[in-house]
């Protein structure tokens, strides 16, 4: 069983840094493309950045020049580091990734608990 367990949430003052990681456990073969998405309360679930198997970037303008997605092959890892941030930044940060169980098998998407982000002074 595929899990993805983010931690690094909590309180930041407006305009601080916080660093989330979300590591992968459990049987699969390998990881395609991961990635970070925020649901504020009452609002749906967006993106908020993607980082492909190769490296490609790709972030929501809302947090263009703030945020920087990376990830550690070797330690089955995304990050994602939160400069600058900003009250509504405020919301449950999920961490996704492609999973692929076998070579040649399709693969799955699967979705991490979420960590709360809450920026206010």
């Known amino acids: 069983q ?5 931690s690094g949430g909590g309180l930041v003052q ?3 840094s916080l660093r989330l990681s979300c590591v992968a456990s459990g049987g699969f073969f390998r990881i395609g493309g991961m990635g970070w998405y925020h649901q504020a309360p009452g609002k749906q679930r967006e993106l908020a950045a993607t980082i492909s198997s190769g490296g490609s ?4 303008d809302s947090v263009k020049g703030r945020f920087t997605i990376s990830r550690d092959r070797a330690k089955a890892t995304v990050y994602l580091q939160m ?3 900003k ?9 996704n990734a492609d999973i692929y169980s076998g070579p040649g098998s399709a ?6 608990q ?6 206010s002074s």
């Open 107 to 112: 693969s799955r998407s699967v979705w991490g």
């Open 57 to 60: 970037t790709n972030y929501a």
């Open 14 to 16: 407006p305009g601080g």
């Open 114 to 119: 979420g960590t709360q982000v809450t920026v």
């Open 83 to 85: 400069n600058n941030v």
């Open 87 to 95: 009250p509504e930044d405020t919301a449950v940060y999920y961490c």
């Open 2 to 6: 595929v899990q993805l367990v983010e």
